[in-house]
Structure formats: structure tokens, C-alpha cells
């Protein structure tokens, strides 16, 4: 991997775990902050949010004035050389005072992840991709899991209001039929990196957002994963599908997704 990329590999984790640590102050009630409703159902942010995606926008406009960012709060825009960002991804969660959230961001080069952390503070782990150079969790390499039926996989599917119900249920009871197991902890960011460490066996969404999925497709294929296309430079800000899983099972479900949307 080129130096220029190591160095923001360096970066990734340093401003991971620095906006982890300030948003932690947040969610432990060391700063107050307010909730506001965004744009449906169970669709919220907070100032915590905007207080963390606005460190790593100061972050990085430091180390790296040329490259752009696009945030879920700010907004923002692609160019060649992009940061997708996701200052707390699991924001329901995280007001709620649930443990189940993360940051996460994603460095893309020419449409091509290059970099990806995403970082859980409420257990310190530090997930990171780099192209090329596998993913590791707190120094340590992960792998994806080994299941190969989907009567053995434990299998988290995504789900916000924006998506279609029925095809949601109809893919659930398609996979619960096969015997496999359904969660949905709610941060698809950081059951992306779980699946990369063998944690979870699949995840599937039917339409992410970039800086929610990218760091976490990457993490999975630098594990050994599968993952379906997903949008790059021209398509990213309009996100698209995700799945992801161990290589065995990966057929089996790209099939049952197919079948659910007919």
C-alpha cells in the first residue's frame, strides 16, 4: 500500500478513537446535549451528532486539506480523494443508552476503498480495513466465519422506515423458514465490522447510505468476505443494497433477497 495511504490508515484510527472518546462524553452524560427528529419514524439526531462529525471535519481538514468529506449530518461532496463519515452510527441506540454504536469512516480513492475504521467505544474495539493489507481488530487480524448453511448462520438484517415493509417480512420469514437465526441490533456500521469478525455470519439491507456501509464492506472483504456491488464515485451519495457474508452462505442469500423483492 502506497505511504499516502498508510498515513490515513494512521489517521483513520487516531480520529476513530478521538471522536469515540468525545462522543462517550455524550453518551455518559458528562455533556448534555438534545435529540431532534430528522426526517421519519424513529429517524433521530442529536447534538452529540453534529458536535463529533465536526471534530473529525476539523481533523481532517489538518491533516489532509485536499481531500473532501462527505458526513451523514454536514453533507458535503465526492471527489477523487473522499472520506464518508458516520459520527455516531446507531443513533437511536445511543439515545436510548444502549450499547450498540459506533464511528465510523471510510476513506475512497478514484471510487476504490482504500481505508475503513469503525470504532465501538463502549467496548474499545478498534476495527480496521486497509486494501490490500487484510482488516484486524485492535491490532489483531479477524477473519469471517465459516458457515456454510443457512440453518447454522446467525444473520442480522437491517431495517428503517424508508424500506419496504413486506419485502422486509418476506425475507425475514424466508430465512427464519430456513432454520437461520434474525437479529437486528441496530447499527449497521458495526454489525458490518461483526460480520467481518465472525461474529455474525451475514447482514443485508436493502438501501445504505455510503457513510454507513462503506467502512464495513470493506472491512468484510479485507476478512475474507463477500459483499454485493456497491456504488462508487458517480453513484455513492445515492448509497444502494448491501450484502455481505461468509463466501459459503453468500449465494444462498443473494438468492433468497432476489426471491423476497419479486
Known amino acids: 500500500m502506497p505511504l499516502t495511504h498508510r498515513s490515513r490508515a494512521a489517521f483513520a484510527v487516531e480520529v476513530a478513537r478521538s471522536a ?21 419514524p424513529q429517524d433521530f439526531v442529536s447534538v452529540a451528532d453534529r458536535a463529533v462529525e465536526a471534530h473529525i471535519r476539523t481533523a481532517l481538514a489538518s491533516a489532509f486539506p485536499d481531500d473532501s468529506m462527505l458526513g ?31 464511528v465510523s469512516l471510510c476513506y475512497i480513492e478514484d471510487g476504490v476503498r482504500t481505508v475503513g475504521a469503525t470504532y465501538d467505544p463502549s467496548l474499545d474495539e478498534l476495527f480496521l480495513a486497509e486494501r490490500g493489507r487484510g482488516a484486524t481488530l485492535n491490532g ?47 447499527a449497521g456500521a458495526l454489525m458490518l465490522a461483526h460480520v467481518a469478525a465472525g461474529r455474525f455470519d451475514a447482514f443485508y439491507e ?10 464495513g464492506l470493506l472491512l468484510v472483504e479485507e476478512a475474507g468476505g463477500k459483499v454485493l456491488p456497491y456504488p462508487a464515485r458517480n453513484a455513492l451519495a ?5 450484502l455481505a457474508s461468509a463466501p459459503a452462505i453468500f449465494g444462498s442469500l443473494e438468492a433468497l433477497v432476489r426471491a423476497s423483492a419479486m
Open 20 to 40: 469515540g472518546a468525545l462522543a462517550n462524553r455524550y453518551f455518559h452524560g458528562e455533556i448534555a446535549f438534545a435529540i431532534e427528529q430528522k426526517d421519519g
Open 72 to 102: 451523514e449530518e454536514g453533507g458535503g461532496n465526492v471527489g477523487n480523494c473522499v472520506w464518508v463519515v458516520d459520527p455516531i452510527d446507531g443513533t437511536l441506540n445511543f439515545v436510548h443508552g444502549v450499547r450498540y454504536w459506533c
Open 140 to 186: 489483531k487480524p479477524i477473519r469471517v466465519s465459516n458457515c456454510a448453511s443457512l440453518a447454522r448462520a446467525l444473520i442480522v438484517q437491517g431495517y428503517v422506515h424508508r424500506h419496504r415493509l413486506d419485502e422486509h417480512l418476506a425475507l425475514r420469514h424466508a430465512l427464519l423458514s430456513s432454520g437461520a437465526a434474525v437479529k437486528d441490533p441496530g
Open 206 to 215: 436493502p438501501h445504505m447510505q455510503p457513510w454507513d456501509a462503506s467502512a
Open 238 to 242: 445515492e448509497g444502494g443494497p448491501v
